[in-house]
């Protein structure tokens, strides 16, 4: 019975010199079914590299999904390099096309964050100039832009980077981005997601949906159902400071405009807006009686649900207040310990 | 005595399947005098439809204002849609059409922000990609992308939303905008304003101008002329916990970068760098001879002039310090009770 | 023995009634060496002007920098508008074209910031409509939003600033920006320095490099190696409140993400997540044993080495903790009294 981890059939752009860009895969295939996976091992070698559009077509007309036949049999009219990427197993990424076919499976909504090997990638993605004339080698700018300017022509840099934004290959359904510039390629968007033009998602992070994202979702941060991140509020990734904690960020939560969270949060949770909780933090909680359970870290209480975050404006204290009992919340306070 | 709230005369764009994605209104009229009422109910009929440019040509005419005739006799050249929008009376909108049209005057500067009747307006504003190629259905999309690649071209989408960037359709005279995706058309920016790279201006919102907008400016906020809004601070919008109260800021205050408000603002306020101040608050009041007035909650302040806030850096405590006796402030706080 | 500040050779671009609107220089000069000073002051006079193809060939083949020579031969192809600016001192900027000269000296990593004399630059630097068609004269900008509609075309307006994004002019080596908007010409991206989606660079302003730079940097400011800004975090400029100090940050400092600075910062110190300092604020000094050594204003640290700025989450209180003794800590702040 063959398995096969993922499978993709795209279009790349390569530099003058031959090296590969970026690759667009229209319609990208994750765990396919035993039938599919036979079709795939055998017209196709493992690994990456180019494939005419004969193969293509062959593979798209046997194909039995009304809209993966007709992006594969569109991609086979192309006079662009076609390439095929078969990965048998979910490996540390060793090319720039296993790169982009894995972050086209999280913005596909085929793979979560956190789910997949995304060892080297940024070894294996080269730094691009994402223009108005397409992706161009870094090295090749300043002559595109003088050339440009030579001919009297307008060469728009939009970025240059590793990753080019996500809605310049996959828009999933059901989603608003009011600025496309911040969401990169390998970002997850659920259905109902919208973000606004404050907020931004990283490669493997993302909103399970429906959201309201105005606030930056690091890389690995997920936020769930019915959450809402508030205008410039920041959810700390491995590289500022979380250290070895993954936040992530539960159901019906609200972080409020200015805020931020170095701790994940379980369902139901409230920071206030500009309060900033670290896992370092000193924090007191308090329970629904108002009554003083004692002061903890912020890591102690990482992944707990139903607490609300304030910084008292008449002390200056954090506090956590709960709608549990302090007994309860001693119970769960030891335990987190 | 003929008198119509609204009227439009521009050019729309549609789906494949013919369904309105926007509507460009290149010089909308707002409660016109009475001669050109009677010539506009004359000619065309109430609500939104098709025009042909024969009819567009008679009117523009007829026009007595230079700028207007020209722009109008420039939108008779078109091949493109031509529409005209007739809105009798300010009521809640019943077209994509009339969402333009009413977004159009915001920012003409021919309405004011929270002047308008804008109920439906998200129920009536098709989701739209805005792309390098004008703007495209979302479900047209994909297709759309596959299509370019294949043929080798570079579709850039910048956004997917129910508005578009303001600086496409209009910008009026007197401002800059660094960065011109963080403008949503509706937005009203008075002569002199100037918006930053960091600076945000929902629709139906605005800057009275002059003003230097470094933060962000929710749906229904007004900044008021000669104040500022420092580097990522925030105007607490109704989504984000503002609730019923819709925020203003009067003249010559400073919201500090990263700072924030969830009370509406009177004149010559300043919020210091850092601090976010809600209507539930704690804030200790403190007279102008550095006398403790008493502690309010944020929502009693709503609307007061002269204050200054800060979190006390010794205490931790918010403190509002004034100009006033502490007489005065009892009275005046007593009267916002 | 010749000596001249700076020279550049380039195009530019005009509105339709002459006026300069930028220039893009692709190899400029900083003082040159005094063989190629004298080539350029036998050529070309001071100031700025049109110059000819043949003129710029002439000088170009005598060019013994490869680059330069390929540059500038490439120029002379151009049937556009060619300047040639030639500084002899730096002075206060006196046209457009010198403006432009001295941005791309700063984003060429030819000047550091602070280094030149930048007076008049807002007088000279003109606001344009920065699009999809290239730069275009504002008041032109409703004529051409109209003619690109009347026509089915698109139109994009990206900004309407005095100042351009810096990737259309120049992208130096050994750097990554995630979204080019926010990094105006006249940036310095020092080699290593990665600007991610939240961060900005102001003109005269930059990183030195390596740095990772998710936060603003204002005008004026510079960042030393090894330093880091999270996310919105933000350096004060002298608009905002930052008064007449000038701020810097040292080497491997780490502003956290949603706190800022309005004091210098010497090397090796922290700003923890979400906390602001200003000049003005109240901050106890603690030493390496954990005892108080003494309350000061934050102006009083200015420029010191190896403090940890936090926000003590169960006082309210700001502190500054070193790792030093309390008694070095005393002659330290006496020295900056």
Redesign the interface.
Known sequence: MTQIYAFGLG?TTTSSTGAMLDC?F?APFKTPGTALADAIVSQFPAGSGEVTAETIQTFAEASTDGPTRQ?LL??C????NLCAVRLDRDEAIDSTAAAYLKLHLLSHRLALPNSQNLDNIFARLP?V?W????PLA?DE???A???A???????????????P?M?????P?G????????I?LGAYLGDGTTVM??G?INFNAGAIGPN?V?G?I?QGVILGAHS?L???S?T?GT???GGAITISIGENC?V?????T?IPLGDRCTI?????I?AG????VIDEQGAEVG?VKGRELAGASDMLFI????????ECRTNRKAIALNEQLHAHN
């Open positions: 279009t667009f229209p992006a569109a991609l009219e192309s006079d662009r730094n100039a223009t108005s004339d397409g870094v700018l300043p002559r832009l003088l050339s300017r030579v001919k009297g022509k307008n060469l728009q840099v939009f970025s240059v980077d590793k990753f934004r809605t310049n290959y996959v828009v359904g989603v608003r981005i009011a600025d496309a510039s911040r990169r033009h404050e931004f309201m105005e930056r690091s809402d508030g205008g410039s920041s700390m590289l500022s400071g609200l409020g405009a200015n805020a931020g170095g206030e807006a500009g309060l900033y670290t933090t000193p924090i007191m002061q910084r008292n404006g008449a002390t200056g204290r954090i």
